[in-house]
């Protein structure tokens, strides 16, 4: 007989409005860092949005919109240097799976509290407890099994 194991982020929010939930959220004190690939989240108005809602909470955040098409462990690394050297409290994962699997590696290897802001519902990626990693080249390099899902997931 197999065992089923279903788990689940914290706290879910889903509808037109989710993200605004964001600004009642109960974050660590201090900076927060929203993790994007960049373009269309910034075009769109997305990080603008997050950080805006970020700030009125009274939180300021960060940027860091380097992240590429299939994530590497190295992409990770300097994210997390970069958490490091600016006494991130939190992280904010905004965009699709790629950005997704980069917060919440990140918020693994720092122990951080990570709130996951999808912009496309394809994948599994925003309440999993897993981020998938490439190689330089594009190749799978490996799956990073977290300790926990997501903190908080605003799906808007």
């Given at each position: 007989m197999s065992v089923f194991s279903f788990y689940m982020p914290t706290r879910l929010f889903f509808g037109s409005g989710a993200v605004g939930k964001l600004s009642r959220a109960r974050l660590p004190e201090g900076r927060g860092l929203i993790i994007t690939g960049g373009s269309s989240t910034t075009k769109l108005g997305y990080v603008a949005k997050?950080?805006?809602?970020?700030?009125?909470?009274?939180?300021?955040?960060?940027?860091?919109?380097?992240?590429?098409?299939?994530?590497?462990?190295?992409?990770?690394?300097?994210?997390?240097?970069?958490?490091r050297s600016e006494k991130i409290a939190f992280i904010v994962g905004l965009g699709g799976g790629s950005s997704i699997d980069t917060?919440?590696?990140?918020?693994?290897?720092?122990?951080?509290?990570?709130?996951?802001?999808?912009?496309?519902?394809?994948?599994?990626?925003?309440?999993?407890?897993?981020?998938?990693?490439?190689?330089?080249?594009?190749?799978?390099?490996?799956y990073l099994f977290l300790k926990a899902n997501p903190n908080i997931v605003l799906m808007d």
């Open positions: 997050v950080a805006g809602i970020l700030k009125e909470a009274g939180h300021e955040t960060l940027v860091y919109d380097k992240v590429k098409p299939n994530p590497t462990i190295e992409g990770v690394r300097e994210c997390a240097a970069l958490c917060a919440k590696a990140v918020a693994y290897y720092l122990e951080s509290p990570v709130i996951i802001c999808p912009t496309i519902a394809s994948t599994d990626a925003p309440c999993s407890a897993l981020s998938v990693l490439y190689t330089d080249d594009g190749q799978f390099d490996k």
